[in-house]
């Protein structure tokens, strides 16, 4: 990267991401209910998820000061302060966030997750995209801190692989809109992601040329697996890096966990495209951010 960010270039990237982020999983978690059209968007409001309670979480971190390495610390104390378990959050995530409440340490409530194996869900990356565009001006620190920030709540390589690529993603797409140049996202991504199954989706990805083939072959997230998740989330943002409402559709067109990869695919194309590229009309029918996070540029 060639350019240096200040401040609130930063939190305004960051705003960005978290406005595409969350409309893209509250539009995605109306499409659970039969009966709706991508023809037609459902009638609003559109609640958001605990994919959106999360990125708030790590948002409100992020700006709550200014030491250049996440404060993992403080954003345990958010997750743990704010989770509203009706939210959509999976029964791990609950006990983990409910000992995290209640004052156990968060390297050890993660690393007990799953009977000591860690989490290897998608909760570290649905929440990822605004951490990457603040890091847009150095993708290793941005593989780095998303590996970081991960680790509050997944212990295990597959759910940070998740993040990892998610965070990088985003950096990517802002860092290329702040630069007006073409960028191969698929391949910046697999340069930064640790070798897993995660990265192996990816791999596979680049090959893929249709949606239908990139559902089948990459997992649309039934499992709410990182790997079943994030490569296809990838694949439509890099596929439709200038239609935010492309990637979007396209995320719930696949079906399966189509909040979180529409808020992966949102919040990386909205790093790129800024607020502008989503449609006004969505923003105003999501539900209101929380007021404990700091203002979005929809505000």
Known sequence: MTFTLFPDTRAALAADALTGLSVGDALGAQFFVPGHSLDVPPDPPWPWTDDTEE?????????????????????????????????????????????????????IAAAAAFDGQGSAGNGAAMRAAPLGAWHADSLAHAAAQGARAAEVTHAHLEGIAGAVAVTVAAAVAAAARLEGQPVDLLGAVLAHTPQSRVRDGLRAATTISSATAAAYELGNGTRAMAQDSVPLAIWVAARHLDDYPAAVQACIAAGGDMDTTAAMAGGIVAAHTGIAGIPAEWIQAREPLPKWVAASPEA
């Open 55 to 107: 990125a708030c979480c790590l948002v409100a971190a992020l700006t709550a000061g200014d030491d250049p390495e996440f404060d993992r610390d403080h954003f345990a104390d958010l997750l743990g302060q704010h989770f509203e378990p009706y939210r959509g959050y999976g029964p791990g995530a609950v006990v983990m966030l409910r000992q995290i409440r209640e004052g156990t340490p968060w390297p």
